[in-house]
């Protein structure tokens, strides 16, 4: 089934002529077809404009031209939060209305120049506020290895496409864990670049501080292929660093003999599933085996990450959601005054979490409260990001668990916003002190089978080093093989 | 830990966000136990910390004053809710 390989065997075959880019996509179509209306990881997808994309891809194979593109005939899927010209983008709220979007994101534009076929708008969270797709204000996305259960989130539609084989990778966003949780709880490879490795020109911001695009891929030598397509400087991003990106695939030489990894204390307590514990243990390990040297480690400002990050990226929300007024786009409410419209326009067009951390945000910058919530928040983001950069003087990368459980049932903490954001509590640091993570599959549960993942941080720019490691992990245990039941249907 | 009182229908103004009664008692007090757990920085001195505010700082980030392409007036008003004579529309204003 062309719909189940892997990035470098479709471009390999594409290149090769052994299959057309036409049939990969017609692969995914049909499988999306098959899954889709259980899985729904698709918000949408246009199959006439994919057909075009790929047949275009097919006669510049046919005239030899341009065939070492690293993407070539291989369709990815696209987070409905990025923009793609000619196409919807409605962060899976309905405050944009039937917004169609004017030019194509960087990313997109990169993927194109790979060669790749851009297809279709995965779902998520209302503009990546959640961690379960269940805030999406269309419908909630299922974890392929359990339809009861959440595929994570915010980019749970990313997350559960490539799981259940309905795409060959996909983009996704990460604010808080909104690509590593997903990836870990549908069984993939999820990565979150260095803040400024890749351009956001045409992202919609949720926290700009925060904010990075990233690669979900089924394993990691496709995360290490899609990431060196989509990283680089860009003049339209001012937070773009200008610097070269490498060849990622160069570092997966399964060569991890001498690397320091630390393990932080903080990570393995409270609320930790034993069944996560023992995966991640046994993965600390395999790591071990393969020569690497593990150490203990202290990231002691973790337990304050999540408070941390709720008045930063609700703060840095409420004012970059304020764009969303009905005047220029989108839905509109009429009202008799432009301020009676704005109210109505967003009461009318936000979802309840939305409306939740523009409330918080606004709230913690309001006047009077700035030095106690906003500014104090901000120095303790300078003690975690610390935290970070001393254990990177000790250790080459870091381990933990990605989430402390397996995916949850749908609806189980919809109702309770606070113990919905604390399941992000391994993730959140990470983007706080600005460095990369990436989450990989390290094992299963036993009853009901939910995928595990591991989480590997890394320095700043330091991405080459937990692909390396994960690379060596993957290759010496297989759990990326593993497909759940719904390809099988 | 504490929960804290907050006044959503003011703030609710302040964001221009048009909220139920029943929205506004329902945020109130999940927000009150938000905050009540935010409240946990206070445990730190944070007197000597300087704040993040972006975690890779880049200053002074400029390109050359030069004109590049940009959309048309048809393309910028494509999505517009309301629009005439190539503007958008807007209720009034000025009296």
Known sequence: M?????IAEA????????????DVLRACIDHVKKVDPQVKAFLSYDEADALVQANAIDHQVAARENLERPLLGVPIGIKDVLSVKGHHLNCASKILGNYVAPFDAT????????????????????????????????????????????????????AAAVAADECIATLGSDTGGSIRQPAALCGCVGLKPTYGRVSRYGLVAFASSLDQIGPFTKDIRDAAILLGVISGH??????????????????????????????????MVGGLDPEVKAAVSAA???????????????????????????????AEASANLARFDGIRYGLREDGADPIELYSKTRGAGFGAEVKRRIILGTYVLS???????????QKVRTLIRQDFLKAFEQVDAIVTPTTPTAAFKAGEKSDDPLQMYLSDIFTISCNLAGICGLSLPCGFTKAPKLPIGLQLLGKPFGEETILKIAHAYEQATGWHKEKPPIGRI | MAAVEIDVKYVAHLARLGLTPAEEQKLGAQLGQILGYIEKLNELDVSKV??????????????????????????????????????????????
Do not use: C
Request: proline share 6%; charged share 20%.
């Open chain 1, 2 to 6: 062309l719909n189940e390989l892997t």
């Open chain 1, 11 to 22: 471009a390999r075959r594409v290149r090769a002529g052994e299959t057309s880019a036409t």
């Open chain 1, 107 to 158: 990313v997109i534009q990169k993927l194109r120049d790979a060669g790749a076929i851009v297809f279709g708008r995965l779902n998520m969270d209302e503009f990546a506020m959640g961690s379960s797709t269940e805030n999406s204000a269309f419908f909630t996305t299922r974890n392929p290895w359990d339809l009861e259960r959440i595929p994570g989130g915010s980019s749970g539609g990313s």
């Open chain 1, 234 to 267: 860009d003049a339209l991003d001012s937070t773009s660093i200008p610097q070269v990106a490498p060849d990622y695939t160069k570092a997966l030489d399964g060569n991890i003999k001498g690397l320091k990894i630390g393990l932080p204390r903080e990570y």
């Open chain 1, 284 to 314: 600390v390990e395999n790591l071990q085996k393969q020569g690497a040297e593990v150490v203990e480690i202290s990231l002691p400002h973790t337990d304050y990450a999540v408070a941390v990050y709720y008045i930063i990226a609700t």
């Open chain 1, 367 to 377: 006047s009077g409260y700035y030095d106690a919530f906003y500014l104090r928040a």
């Open chain 2, 50 to 95: 300087e704040p993040t505010a972006h975690a890779v700082p880049l200053v002074n980030v400029t390109r050359p004053d030069v004109a590049r392409p940009s959309l048309s007036n048809e393309d910028a008003l494509r999505n517009a809710p309301s629009k005439a004579n190539g503007l958008f529309l807007v209720p009034k204003i000025v009296e």
